[in-house]
C-alpha cells in the first residue's frame, strides 16, 4: 500500500519469515519487458523465489497457495509446482481459488474424491480449520 492505495502484492514464506516483492502494478516508464497479470507486472525475483519456496528439495509437508488463478490455468506462475506437489504422497496441498475459476482447477489438475472443496460462504474458519487438521498427518 503506498497512502492507502493498492501498489502490488509481496510473497511471504512463513518458514523463513523471508519477504519478496511479486507483483507491481504496471508502470508505462518501465525499460523492462516483464511478464503482466491483469494490470500488474511480475517481478521475477518474487516468481523465483516462489517457484523456490513451492518446490523444494526434499519432501514437503503442507503447501498453502493463495492463490491460484488465471496464471496457473495458463500453465505460468505456479502452475509447475502445482504439478510437482499433487505426484508428492507427503503433501497437504491447500489452494484459495476464486469461485468462478474452481471448476477450471478442479479440471486442469484432475482434483478426485480425495480433494477437500470448501466455499468461504457456507464455510466458517473454524470449520475450516478442523476439517484441515482432521484431514492432515500433523505428526
Request: net charge positive; with cysteine; aromatic share 6%.
Amino acid at each position: 500500500m503506498d497512502n492507502g492505495r493498492l501498489k502490488g502484492y509481496d510473497l511471504f514464506n512463513i518458514g523463513s519469515g523471508k519477504k519478496e516483492k511479486f507483483l507491481r502494478l504496471n508502470s508505462n516508464n518501465s525499460n523492462a519487458k516483464r511478464e503482466q497479470i491483469g494490470k500488474f507486472e511480475i517481478l521475477p525475483a518474487g516468481l523465483k523465489m516462489g517457484r523456490k519456496t513451492l518446490c523444494p528439495d526434499g519432501k514437503a509437508g503442507i503447501t498453502i497457495i493463495d492463490e491460484v488463478g488465471k496464471l496457473e490455468l495458463d500453465d505460468r506462475g505456479w502452475a509447475e509446482c502445482i504439478n510437482i506437489l499433487l505426484k508428492e504422497p507427503t503433501c497437504r496441498l491447500i489452494m484459495t481459488v476464486r469461485d468462478k475459476l474452481v471448476d477450471e482447477v478442479i479440471k486442469k489438475w484432475k482434483l478426485d474424491q480425495q480433494s477437500v472443496i470448501l466455499n468461504t460462504t457456507e464455510t466458517d474458519s473454524q470449520k475450516a480449520a478442523s476439517i484441515i487438521s482432521d484431514g492432515c498427518n500433523f505428526s
